[in-house]
Structure formats: C-alpha cells, structure tokens
C-alpha cells in the first residue's frame, strides 16, 4: 500500500513521524508492506511554492492509496489573502480527491475524563461518531461573490441528490456497526436543503431496518451534545453543521488532543488527520501529543486498508500506554509520567 | 405604552400572563400606563385563521409599541407543511416588523448554578450577551428552492452591507454598557459572506475606540464557549451561526428556564420571548417557570421604553425570590419551596 504523507505545518511534521514509526511496527508484526511519500501542504507548501496546495501534492495523492496529514496553518500565514491560506490547501485536497465523508469518532478515555469541561456523571459513557458531508454546500457553492460594488454579498449552500445520498448511506451503514442510531441533523424548519436532506433520510431508512433514526435541528443538538452527548450514537449532518458540531463536541471528553478523523472517498481511499491544530505554541519542542495522528493512522488501517486487526492493535496500544500512566504534556494523569512526542511513540510502538 | 400580547401556544398561554401581572405591579409602583392588546400567532392562530401568522396579528404588531410573545408549537403541527407550521409566525413576525437584533443575555443564577452540566469552575462567573441578527442570511435569502427536476437544491446565504453595519454597531454599543469586550464570530477562512463582516468589523471598531474586539471563527468558538465560557462578554454574528451558538450557550449555565430575549427594530420597538419553547408535555399544569417571560419583559422596560430602573427592579425581585428559596418544578434548590406558575408570579410581584 502506498501512502502519502503531508506534514504541513507546526506540530504536523512532529507527528507525522509517529504516524511512520506506527505503520513500519504494523507492517514488521503483520508482514506488510507500506511505501511512503512525502509532500508539502499548508503553510510550509506556500513558502516553498507560493501555493498552499501545489500541484504535484495533488497528483501524488491521486495515486496514493491513502494520505495521512499532519495539521496546516500557523501565525506566519495569518494575514495572507484568502488563496494563500494553509487552510485552502486542506479544502482544496478535499475537494481534489472528492473525500465527502468526514468521520470523526469521540470518544473519552477513563483516565483523562477528568479533564472535561462536563461533569462526569453527564459525559461519562459518551461515544459517538460524527459523520460530516465534506465536500459540498457552503464551503463549495456558488455564487459566493460582492456584488453591488461591494455593497452586498451572497454564499450558496447547495447539494445534489446524490451528494445527499451517498453521505446518508454512509452514516446509515456506520451506524450498523455501531449501536444502531442514527441521528440526522438539519434545520428543515427554515433551510429548503434541510427539507431535501430530510426526505432523502425517509426514504433511505426503508433499506437499513436494524438502524433506528431521529432528526434533530441543529440547534437543539447544540444544546444536547452538552446536556446529554451520550444519547447520541451516529450523527450526520450536512458540511457547516458538521464543522460547527464536531468542533463542540470534540472537547466535550477532555481528549481533543487524542482525536482522529477520516475523510473518505467512495472507492475508499481517504485522508486521515488529527482533529487539532498546529499548535504553533509549542512546535519543534518535541512534546506535542503524537496519539490522535497515531488514532488516524488505525483508521486508514481500518477504512482504507480494510486491516481491522492491525487498526485494533493500535488502539489497544494507546489505551494500555495510557493505563501505563504514560502521558504528553497537554495531559495529566495521576501519578503518571510525562514525556515527549518521541517516547510516547515508542511505548505505542 | 401599547403592548400586543402574544401568547402563542402550550406554557406560553400560561406565563403570558406572569408578564401582564408584573407590568400591573410596575404601573402601579411607578405610575405608569401599560395598554394590552392579545392577538393569536402559531399554532393556535393556525387552528383559527388557518395561517401561523393572521394579517390582523401583524398589524397589530405593527402598532405596538412593544411585543411580548409566549412560545410557538407542539406536536398538533409538528407534521404540517412547513408553510403551516407554528415558527413560520416567528419567522414571519421578526421579518415583518423588521427585528434585526436578537438579544440574548445568558448569565447563571448562583443557587442554579449545580445544575449546569460544566462543572462549577469553569461555568462560574460566565455572563455573556449574544447579539445575533435576526432578519437576513440563510434565513431569507433566495433562490431557496428545488432545481433540476428535485434533484438538487440551493439556499442562500446574503447580506447587505447595510444589514451587516447595523448589527455590527448595536454589538459594539451593547459591549460599550457591559464590560468592553466584543467577539465578532464568522467563518472568514470559507465564506465570501464573512469575509465582508469581518472588513466591517475592521471599518467601525476605530468609532468605539473603548471596545476590545477579536474575531473568532465558529467552530473554534463553538468550542470555546464549553471549555472556557467565561472569556466571552458581548459576541456578536450573522443570523445561522447566532441560532446554533445561542442555544449552545443557553444550557451552560443550567438555567434554560430563566433565559430571556430582545428582538429589536432601529427605532427600539422590540418584541421579547423566553428562549424556551412551548413545553407541551407541561402545559396546562399550570407548573410552568413564569422566570424566562418575567425576565423579557424586563428588557421589554429597558430597551424598548428605557425603563431602566422599572426592568431592574424586576430582575431583582427574581433574584430575591430565588433567594428566598422559592423554584418551579424544572428547578432544584436545596431546603427550597416548590410553587406553580401563579405562586412563583405572585412572589415576584
Ligand atoms: C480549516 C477549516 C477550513 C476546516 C473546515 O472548516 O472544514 C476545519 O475547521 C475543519 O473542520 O477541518
Ligand atoms: C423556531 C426557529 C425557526 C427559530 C430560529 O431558528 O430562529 C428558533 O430556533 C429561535 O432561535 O428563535
């Protein structure tokens, strides 16, 4: 399998390598073969190339058999015209590789609940996956220009049918291997979109008897995300909401430093990355959490690369490190011992 | 002062008249002259004009000096088509009588407080003002329609500059009454629509010299307002994101019951609704929290009749009840006094 590796910027090219040292433990132990590939995006790709996404990464990933990516942007960039922005590299490779589904687990970790901002009683149990149209509705839409003479300005969310039903199926057959809940999410008491989105989950459930369904507004499952995130299982939702949603409930647990994400493909290719930033705070110190890129790696294993074995032996790895007390310094664990991006990839390892 | 009451549906029939009651005790104590007037919006106006928003309900509106409005649905409608469904009213209200600036304070009552689901160090001391408008973006945009034979459909997210001016400054005169901090939320690395805000934001901070601003996107803020609420004083945004991020912000402080809202035009005429719905498991119980309605009647004296001393003395007349123990049954106070919707009025009159 030949993957593609896309550090970006900040603490992306520290976890990158955790990400490499994971898969050539996976390939030793299991007798497989993974060739890699290294190209720029973000920040360090406008340096080099004055394109935050240039086109040989492009076409490096179009034949790659999955992408990992480290996490883009940083303080550098910040005031640059909106077509030299890291984040454009990561909308673009998007949509390039027509990866629609955007999966993002969250789930907590017994030892590290502590650190939620929600009481326990109301966070403890929580597991849900999100499931995020990524390549369609407002981020994409068009028109999206002034007009007037400035005077005005216009955004368009649109979704094809298509679009619609593909990332329902997949929230669908997620939510079979799962706990069998479904919850969609829109706002079909304004949006037209919504009310197609709607419809399309009706006629959809028809094909998917094990999986219950309920729609939810999205701003009432603002509000529920806080108040009881553990009656949620599968969530799906249309690209803005996912973004605002999945944001939310990413530090609803206390471990926004261990998530991973996946953002797939039809064919099943995908680009997987960790759910933070680049954190340009503490890059090149060596001590940036290496554990959600390491999680993002198990899911290409998983949903690329259909190796569900070698995708669950990480993520043991990580739990039993983790039970072991070992924990990087955006984490506290009681009597445990802190180190840094490197030894906590070599425990993992 | 001409106030149209708007009872609406469920509990909002209910604590409608909490609100006649404490303005009949603020006449009295301040020789003042309230004249009401009832008019049907919502379900109930859909039962008897067969419309969620009768012309004679709008005109009305349209003569009032202030509104106050109860509460929207219930299951009865929850299936009808969405031109027949009780929010059209809402939305229909707000746009006619042009209520671009929705005003929603949220700041936790102390003997409430161990029911906010954060824990009590991170929410304590929260107290936060969302300034959202009300009248554009994908509101009311067009197209909002089906296309190609119903196999794709858009919505339309657009602004005026003049809509984005007018909530920009009500936001900073609002951060100007409070403690000088505005946070303007946009989505500015994705959408041309935000971009714009953000340059007006730029434009008019020079003219409230005394006003900290800093511009944060909504997903990073979405985040934010769990994990550190108190760093938030007056955040103000377009129209979707102030739907979510509101009621996001509501359950914070464990006090839903007792959150009020302005909705206001230029020239002050406002219409005033508790965040809560309609409550129709309740309804009819006569157990309903009057707190919410009470409250946006009090900014009902503050902004739209400048009755600052009349709308404080209202909300320390809740505060003393609370402190005195007294709580509706959606409420835990310990060694507190349950009462019904009347007892609880009563008191705070
Ligand atoms: C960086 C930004 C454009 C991006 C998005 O909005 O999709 C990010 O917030 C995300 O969720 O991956
Ligand atoms: C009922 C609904 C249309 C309305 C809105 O989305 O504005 C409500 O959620 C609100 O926030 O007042």
Redesign the interface.
């Known amino acids: 399998k030949h993957v593609v590796l896309l550090p970006g910027d900040g603490i992306g090219k520290e976890v990158i390598n955790s990400a490499k040292d994971v898969l050539h433990a996976i390939a030793e132990e299991f007798n497989h073969e993974f060739s890699f590939e290294t190209h720029e995006i973000g920040g360090a790709a406008i340096d080099q190339y004055g394109t935050p996404l240039p086109e040989s990464t492009v076409e490096a990933c179009g034949q790659a058999d999955a992408v990992l990516l480290g996490a883009v942007g940083g303080p550098k960039w910040d005031n640059n015209p909106?077509h030299l922005?890291p984040?454009r590299g990561l909308?673009g490779i998007r949509k390039a590789l027509d990866l629609y589904a955007n999966l993002r687990p969250i789930k907590g970790f017994k030892n590290l609940l502590h650190a939620?901002?929600?009481?326990e009683e109301?966070v403890s149990g929580s597991d849900l996956l999100i499931v995020r149209e990524l390549t369609g509705g407002?981020?994409f839409?068009t028109p999206?220009?002034?007009r007037?003479n400035?005077?005005?300005?216009?955004?368009?969310?649109?979704?094809?049918?298509?679009e619609i039903e593909r990332i329902v199926d997949k929230a669908f057959q997620a939510a079979q291997q799962r706990r069998g809940h479904l919850t969609s999410v829109d706002?079909?008491?304004?949006?037209?979109?919504s009310?197609?989105w709607r419809e399309i989950v009706e006629e959809k459930k028809a094909q998917y008897p094990d999986v219950t369904v309920e729609h939810a507004l999205?701003?009432?499952t603002?509000?529920k995300?806080?108040?009881n995130p553990t009656q949620f299982d599968v969530i799906v939702t249309e690209n803005?909401?996912g973004?605002?949603?999945?944001?939310?409930a990413?530090?609803?647990t206390g471990s926004l430093g261990m998530l991973p994400s996946a953002s797939l493909r039809e064919d099943g290719v995908g680009l997987y990355e960790p759910v933070h930033g680049s954190a340009p705070d503490i890059a090149g110190k060596g001590i940036a959490n290496p554990v959600a890129m390491i999680l993002s790696t198990a899911l290409m294993l998983r949903y690329s690369f259909e190796l569900e074995a070698e995708a669950k032996l990480i993520e043991d790895a990580v739990q039993s490190v983790l039970d072991s007390g070992f924990h990087t310094s955006d984490l506290q664990i009681s009597n445990g011992r802190l180190v840094g991006t490197a030894e906590m990839t070599k425990h993992i390892v």
Chains 1, 2 share one sequence.
């Open positions: 909106s922005r984040e909308l939620s901002p929600l009481k109301v407002l981020y839409g999206s220009e002034r007037d400035g005077q005005s300005v216009v955004d368009t969310l649109s979704y094809t049918r298509k706002k079909a008491n304004v949006l037209e979109s009310k197609l999205v701003d009432s603002a509000m995300l806080i108040t803005m909401f973004d605002i949603l999945s944001d939310e990413s530090v609803l």
